[in-house]
């Protein structure tokens, strides 16, 4: 759905900051993508295979680190991850309104010539 | 994304494995203009290198969706200036939120002044029916988006009296799935769940239930036509939206939208005695 337009984004950042250090080509271009952030991985890769041509990116590697959602156990004073995103806490079994972790939607770094 | 009017049309593209320069479409602005444009692409790097460049890494660690949060944090800042209640509607389409807001606007005539932003992919009709309560509304046709942006927002707020105003609803495009990473500046984010969609539409869309900070059980009149599992669709909302404050309305027979509009009322007051 709204991956195109992000992947966009992206590649427009990318492109900025590649030119701003005087770079003629990216080799790799990294992200973060949290479980909650609301982006599929499957469809950004998509979309950067769709986009990436003609870009400076047109020969990257792209590379995405998927973040959990991990949340915060005020009763037990520890994180657990939500997997499956259930946000109970699996030791006391109460609920957590307090993620910690998995909206992360980020360039987190470019390899650039 | 298009700097010009917010749409989605990717710019840099190829036919045949040729990129295309630029590419020119057509589309309506929100006051029906139609209009013609070129999204243009980089120029590239149309030269040779002879000698080798060593590779280098950069760290940004920058958010993605960075100039739409800029704009949304402007927009909050605007909101709380204005002491200005404001909130962000979304559920899938046809979960009942026009109809909704078309009914708490009645409810809350004389005690909370309001006006609506309502976003559409086409057509004014969810425009024209909250019109008919009076309340001043701004329609953005997102033409192909589908979310609205918090940049749509600031723009379509130039055309309301903010001051003259207690609450600003935005009524987003139906979609459970796109709106939840779009800020938009709003206090609340408030997700509809029509009992005609069943119980488990909470699992099924995880971001945008977490996201909400009020979750609305709407069409009850219908549960049992539906046969819908009301305890089951409320251990599910808890379990997707911990933090969500949860009402159970009828929009149509006007079962529970009281304490919805009351809710409201109290947020606008709180928000008041905290600035």
Redesign the interface.
């Known amino acids: ?2 991956e ?3 992947m ?4 427009e ?1 990318a ?1 900025q ?2 030119r701003a ?1 005087e ?3 990216i ?1 790799r271009l990294k ?1 973060r993508v949290g ?5 599929v991985p499957e469809a950004l890769r998509f979309a950067f295979t ?2 990436k ?4 990116a047109d020969g990257a590697e792209f590379e995405i680190e998927e973040v959990p959602a991990v949340c915060w156990c005020a009763n037990c004073a520890a994180e657990f991850e939500a997997t499956r ?4 806490c699996p030791r006391c079994h109460q ?3 307090d ?1 910690r972790r998995g909206l992360e ?9 | ?1 298009c700097q010009e009017c917010g749409c ?1 049309k ?5 036919i045949d ?1 040729k ?1 295309v320069k630029a590419s020119t479409h057509t589309h309506a602005l929100p006051d029906g203009t139609v209009i013609s444009h070129a999204h243009g ?2 120029p ?2 149309d030269h040779h ?1 002879d000698h ?16 739409n949060d800029r704009v949304a944090e402007r927009n909050r800042d605007a909101f709380e200036a204005l002491n200005l209640l404001t909130l962000n509607v979304v559920s899938s389409p046809g979960a009942g939120k026009t109809t909704l807001l078309t009914r708490t606007l009645n409810e809350l005539k004389g005690r909370l002044r309001c006006a609506v932003i309502v976003g559409d992919l086409a057509t004014d009709n969810d425009a024209a029916r909250l019109r008919t309560t009076g309340a001043p509304v701004v329609q953005i046709a997102t033409g192909t ?3 609205l942006e918090a940049g749509m927002v600031a723009e379509a707020m130039k055309e309301l009296d903010l001051r003259a105003l207690d609450a600003l609803i935005i009524e987003n495009v139906g ?1 459970l ?2 709106p ?3 800020d938009l500046g709003e206090a609340l984010r408030v997700v509809l769940h029509s009992v005609t969609e069943g119980e488990d539409k909470p ?1 099924k869309y ?3 239930f ?2 909400a900070d009020v979750v609305i059980v709407t069409k009850t009149d219908m549960t049992a036509a539906a046969g819908f599992d009301r305890e089951l669709a409320l251990k599910n909302i ?3 939206a ?2 969500a404050k949860v009402f159970e309305l009828s929009s149509r027979s006007g079962d529970g939208v009281q304490a919805w509009c009351d809710y409201l009322i109290a947020q606008k007051a709180a928000a008041k005695t905290s600035h």
């Open positions: 759905m709204h195109f337009s992000i966009q984004s992206t590649l950042t492109t900051q590649a250090a770079a003629t080509q080799h992200v479980k909650l952030s609301g982006v769709a986009l041509t003609g870009s400076l995103l259930n946000y109970e609920l957590s309104g993620l939607l980020e360039l987190t770094a470019l390899e650039i010539s | 994304m989605s990717p710019g840099p593209y190829t494995g990129p692409r980089d590239g790097h290198h080798s460049h060593p590779h280098q890494i950069l760290d940004l660690n920058t958010g993605i969706l960075g100039g988006l589908c979310h979609n799935v796109c939840a990473s779009f699992l995880p971001p945008m977490h996201s808890r379990q997707a911990p933090r």
